[in-house]
């Protein structure tokens, strides 16, 4: 039960930060990988570098928000696999910026990209998740779906939405075997949030809320991730796991 021997798993936003991440966690526990990005230069390098591991790993180039982008990883699903054991809806963004400078443009694409994509490619395989192998879909979340943590409103709407997507579509398709559940990281080392970590004011006010005095590492959100992947989880469904390093039970600002 604590490996991922022969699943057949799509990661999306698999190239940098959490998604990066996972795939090799999840190759490495024993899976088989089709992974997503937009960039065609690192898709090619990343898929080089683990073919020539020895993992079995795929990568597509793709827009997971645009619909014919979409339908070319399913078609690719159905030819390859036949059938989809795990879906990990990791791709997202975000625009930093005041909610009245917002143009529609910005915050209809980070709905797009951080909720419906998510929500219309977990539909369109579910007809492939329900001839998988204990077919899961793991939905990365943030902190920012329930709490105010400055990332600006559209991402927080986004993430907060997806988070009661993982509910809703948890108990919907239980009765199809497919187990949904989220992820919500709190500040992790990621190229979204690398531009913060530069800034050390704004790093002294995350430490200063996070009772484990530190970020958090992309491989930590992995192992989250692959632990859900696997059967030993076979009975958790409906949740939202935070991986916070305890910032959101904390009360009072640290002083130490």
Do not use: C
Not at 10 to 35: C, H, M, Q, S
Not at 43 to 49: C, D, G, L, P, R
Not at 60 to 87: F, M, Q
Request: hydrophobic share 45%.
């Amino acid at each position: 039960m604590w490996n991922l021997n022969k699943k057949k798993i799509l990661i999306t936003g698999g190239t940098k930060g959490i998604g990066r991440a996972a795939v090799i966690e999840i190759l490495k526990l024993g899976a088989e990988v089709l992974f997503t990005a937009r960039n065609q230069d690192e898709v090619a390098s990343f898929e080089q570098e683990l073919q020539e591991a020895g993992f079995a790993a795929t990568g597509l180039v793709s827009d997971i928000a645009d619909t014919a982008n979409r339908h070319e990883v399913i078609t690719w699903i159905e030819k390859h696999w036949g059938a989809l054991d795990v879906l990990v809806n990791n791709v997202g963004m975000n625009i930093r910026k005041p909610t009245l400078e917002f143009t529609t443009e910005e915050y209809k694409r980070i709905l797009d990209v951080n909720l419906i994509a998510p929500f219309e490619l977990s539909r369109s395989l579910h007809p492939l998740l329900v001839k998988g192998q204990n077919p899961v879909i793991i939905n990365v979340a943030s902190i920012a779906g329930f709490l105010d943590v400055q990332t600006g409103s559209p991402y927080a709407m986004s993430k907060a939405a997806l988070i009661q997507q993982t509910k809703n579509l948890a108990t919907e398709w239980a009765k199809d075997g497919i187990r949904v559940n989220a992820l919500s990281p709190w500040f992790t080392e990621t190229p979204l949030t690398e531009a913060l970590l530069l800034n050390e004011s704004k790093v002294q006010d995350v430490l200063s809320r996070t009772p484990l005095k530190r970020v958090a590492r992309a491989e930590e959100m992995a192992t989250i991730i692959a632990f859900l992947a696997m059967n030993a989880s076979s009975y958790i469904t409906g949740q939202n796991i935070i991986a916070d390093g305890g910032m959101s039970v904390t009360a009072l600002l640290s002083r130490s």
